[in-house]
């Protein structure tokens, strides 16, 4: 299973970044796939997160409103449109799937090697 994430970069506060997450060597709409983040000295945030088997998706209180997760099955592509970034949102962004369709944290699974987002103030 591979994922490589691409997008990142960095941007002025109150702009705009999209996120794409390539998947690979599995069947893609079979499992939960989103996104978490790390900033220095921080902890993994799970930030989003969309479901395999209805659509639903889960959203981090700190970027509800502001991102917005998506995916494309046709090309194994799972985004993340992100909004109204603010300098709190620097992060390394990471692509997760999960063992099951559904989200959740204990169900992790594979990991992607990270985009940096970096948001200047």
């Known amino acids: 299973e591979r994922l490589v994430e691409s997008g990142g970069g960095l941007v002025q506060a109150g702009g705009s970044l999209r996120l794409s997450c390539a998947a690979s060597?599995?069947?893609?709409?079979?499992?939960?796939i989103g996104w978490f983040r790390q900033a220095p000295g921080k902890e993994r945030e799970d930030v989003s997160c969309?479901?395999?088997?209805?659509?639903?998706?889960y959203y981090a209180d700190s970027v509800k409103g502001r991102f917005t997760i998506s995916t494309d099955n046709a090309k194994n592509t799972v985004y993340l449109q992100m909004n109204s970034l603010k300098p709190e949102d620097t992060a390394s962004y990471f692509c997760?799937?999960?063992?099951?369709?559904?989200?959740?944290?204990?169900?992790?699974?594979?990991w992607g090697q990270g985009t940096q987002v970096t948001v200047s103030s």
């Open positions: 969309i479901s395999s088997s209805d659509g639903s998706t």
């Open positions: 997760v799937t999960y063992k099951y369709r559904s989200c959740g944290r204990r169900w992790l699974n594979y």
């Open positions: 060597g599995f069947t893609f709409d079979d499992y939960a």
